[in-house]
């Protein structure tokens, strides 16, 4: 299986980006986590972007505040998917949001909402999923199930209130 790549700019971002961890766990999906700066660790980041696909990621997610250029100096540097997950900080998160969708044509970021990592790790399964069908399984079984929940929760209101 391939395993994928989270990139935070920060190791502020660690109590957001833990909702991702816990989704690739509950997947059996390998990952790695490192913390490299667009802007301190330039150097670090390119040669991790350079490097994924024959170390073996399949997505790559990255999270950054403010200035949130990590997305898109990975996607520069790699034709893996990159995901992006803006970070709530200044401006409540809309400058980072902004700057993580707003990529040229041909170097896309695939974003998630503001500190939305749990979609990421989502997003990222998914893509691994187009070629392991075991995984795909998986996600399916898990829509399932949260239908299901849904289903139960209407059922019992339902009956509550509903003549």
């Given at each position: 299986m391939k395993k994928v790549g989270?990139?935070?700019g920060s190791d502020s971002d660690?109590?957001?980006v833990e909702k991702a961890f816990k989704v690739?766990?509950?997947f059996e999906i390998p990952f790695e986590v490192h913390v490299y700066s667009a802007h301190r660790t330039p150097e670090q980041?390119?040669?991790f972007a350079v490097n994924a696909r024959a170390n073996g990621f399949g997505?790559?997610?990255c999270a950054a505040g403010m200035a949130a250029h990590l997305a898109g100096a990975i996607a520069a540097n790699t034709t893996i998917?990159?995901?992006g997950i803006p970070i709530k900080s200044s401006l409540e998160g809309m400058d980072a949001l902004l700057a993580t969708v707003q990529m040229p044509s041909g170097i896309p970021v695939a974003t998630v909402a503001i500190n939305g990592a749990a979609n990421a790790a989502f997003l990222a399964a998914e893509m691994i999923a187009l070629s392991d069908d075991e995984?795909?399984?998986k996600l399916d079984a898990r829509r399932k199930a949260d239908a299901e929940a849904v289903l139960?929760?209407?059922a019992k209101i339902a009956e509550q209130y509903n003549a």
């Open positions: 989270i990139i935070m660690q109590p957001v690739l766990s509950d980041a390119r040669e997505a790559l997610i998917p990159v995901i995984l795909a399984e139960a929760k209407d």
